[in-house]
Every structure is written in structure tokens, then in C-alpha cells.
């Protein structure tokens, strides 16, 4: 959580009903005057709010320590004291399903390696040709918006991915994701990463994913809802009206159904790429990450041109 009060309490009134036993609670700190006060206002909730037994640990920043740095050491301290975590920002809003679901799949597959993510988010449900027999799916992506995961394979983690050049040279993302646009808008992303020039933390952990050939758990219906695009988001140009924001929640049904094969839904995965990534896989985009990627100097005059 960091500076979004109104956001954090809806998430928090979920994980309330939850009553989880254990609560790993991890802050940024404040910009400036402003944000510290809205700061206050968000550890509030957590200091005032927690009516049940609980046993409650902190990870508070003194100062801001902005999203790549604050959230990766703050997954990383959780598994310094846990096995395996659910974890939710300030502005995943999850149904209540989703705690008993990421809590059997922990237990199932916790010492399967072939299994390093657990998501509760699904947008390929919106494309109408998607159809899911069991109650998940196996997914090269598992995003990120509420989830859950082990320590086992949060120790390959490396936010500055220092392994990427190795990774790169070997051809691993054509392996893995067989799909020529999704594997040139990571090589490109995956680049900028290396060189410190992003403030995120995210997509170091797909590439941690795939670097290990390990795949997510996606359930069947959407599980939890993003209220967080809008000026209030770490990034200010995301459109309110954003598909993304506006996926349906729909309870899970228990018992689980399982699936029969550990088989990656591709279909899904690049329905995913497509809509939620903004990855277009026509070729007027497949020549514009070659250029970019090949010739970034010759893609960056271009670029002025079309301005």
C-alpha cells in the first residue's frame, strides 16, 4: 500500500471477512507533505482496523522507495518469513473466493516446481471463444493482480534481472512463448529492465517465470477487479475506461475441478498478450519492434518523423 486511502479500505474490508491468521503489511513512503499525509491516513487503517486475531507484521518505508524497489523487497521479506503468501495491492479488490482458492492451490502444488504463480485474475474470459472445462488453467503469464506463490520460486528472483544477457543470447522466450511479436516487445522491455531504466518490478518476475520453465494457475472466472486506472495510479495515463479495469468478478464454485494435463493454454495466453499487454500481433507492429529492436536508431528517427 502507499498513498490511496479510499482504495486501500475497500481491499481491506475483503481481506477483513478473510480473517487471515498472519498479515504481512507492506508501505511506501511519502513523496512529499501531501503524501505523507494521505500515508498516515493508509496505516491507519491497518493500525485501527484489525478487529480479529491476527498477528500482524509491518514493513513500513521512511521515505518513498517507488514501485520496483518497494515491492520486490517487500515480497522478499514476506518470504523471509513464510513458505508461500497471498498477496493483493491497494487497489486489487478480490472475491472472497479467491482466498480459498489461492489457499488449496498452495497446499497442491507447493512442492511441484512445474507450478511458481497462482493468479486470480482472468481477462481472457472476455474473449468469447475462451473456454476453460476445469476450474483453472495453466498460463505462461499469471498476472499479478492479486496472487499467490512460494518462497521456493520467489528465490530465483533478481529485480535487476543481472541474468537477462545470457537468457537473451540463448533464445529462451522463442522456446517458451512461441510468438515472434510477444518474444520482441519482452526482448525490448526486458533490455530497458537490465539497464535500470524502468521503475517497475513485474515482468522481471514473468521472465523469472519463464527463465525456469514454470508455469501460473489462472482460474476459470475473474477473481479479482483492478480499481486502480485512474490520475491515482503509479501511472497517471491509464484510462479510466480501460477494458482492463472493468472485468467481471465471478465466484468460483468449490469442490476444485482440476485439470487432466499440465498443458498451457496458448489461445488464452495470447488473447492475454493481445488485450491486457497492448501486444498487436499485425504485422505493422511486428516490423516496428524488428526496427526497434535491430536498427533502434533508425526506428527512433521515425518516431520524430511521425510527431
Not at 474490508?13 to 504481512?24: G, M, N, T, V
Not at 468469447?128 to 520460486?153: E, T
Not at 523469472?208 to 477487479?225: A, C, D, E, H, M
Amino acid at each position: 500500500m502507499f498513498n490511496r486511502p479510499q482504495k486501500t479500505q475497500r481491499v481491506f474490508d475483503e481481506i477483513k471477512k478473510a480473517r487471515p491468521q498472519k498479515l504481512f503489511v507492506v508501505a511506501d513512503g511519502p513523496r512529499n507533505e501531501t503524501d505523507k499525509l494521505k500515508c498516515e491516513a493508509v496505516r491507519n487503517i491497518i493500525e485501527q482496523q484489525v478487529n480479529w486475531p491476527c498477528q500482524v507484521l509491518k514493513n513500513y518505508a521512511e521515505h518513498n522507495l517507488g514501485c520496483k524497489i518497494r515491492i520486490s523487497s517487500g515480497i522478499t521479506w514476506v518470504f523471509q518469513n513464510v513458505e508461500e503468501a497471498i498477496f493483493l495491492e491497494d487497489d486489487c479488490v478480490p472475491d472472497q473466493s479467491f482466498f480459498p482458492f489461492c489457499q488449496e492451490l498452495l497446499e497442491k502444488y507447493r512442492n511441484d516446481s512445474r507450478i511458481m504463480s497462482i493468479s486470480g485474475y482472468n481477462m481472457a474470459l472476455r474473449d468469447n471463444r475462451f473456454k476453460c472445462q476445469s476450474s483453472y488453467y495453466f498460463s505462461n503469464i499469471g498476472l499479478i493482480l492479486g496472487w499467490a506463490s512460494w518462497r521456493r520460486a520467489w528465490q530465483y528472483y533478481d529485480v535487476n534481472i543481472n541474468w537477462w544477457p545470457d537468457i537473451k543470447k540463448s533464445g529462451l522466450l522463442h522456446k517458451v512463448l512461441k510468438n515472434p511479436p510477444v518474444v520482441n516487445h519482452y526482448e525490448h522491455l526486458f533490455d530497458q529492465y537490465h539497464q535500470q531504466t524502468v521503475d517497475s518490478w513485474d515482468s522481471q518476475w514473468f521472465l523469472t517465470r519463464w527463465w525456469k520453465r514454470g508455469l501460473s494457475i489462472v482460474p476459470k472466472t475473474n477473481l479479482v477487479t483492478n480499481i486502480g486506472f485512474d490520475a491515482e495510479g503509479a501511472h497517471t495515463a491509464i484510462d479510466p475506461n480501460d477494458p482492463r479495469a472493468h472485468v467481471p468478478i465471478v465466484p468460483m464454485s468449490f469442490p476444485l475441478a482440476h485439470p487432466a494435463d499440465f498443458v498451457v493454454d496458448k489461445a488464452a495466453d495470447d488473447y492475454t498478450f493481445k488485450h491486457y499487454m497492448g501486444i498487436n500481433l499485425l504485422w505493422s507492429q511486428r516490423w516496428r519492434w524488428w526496427l526497434k529492436s535491430h536498427l533502434p536508431f533508425l526506428h527512433l528517427k521515425l518516431k520524430k518523423l511521425k510527431r
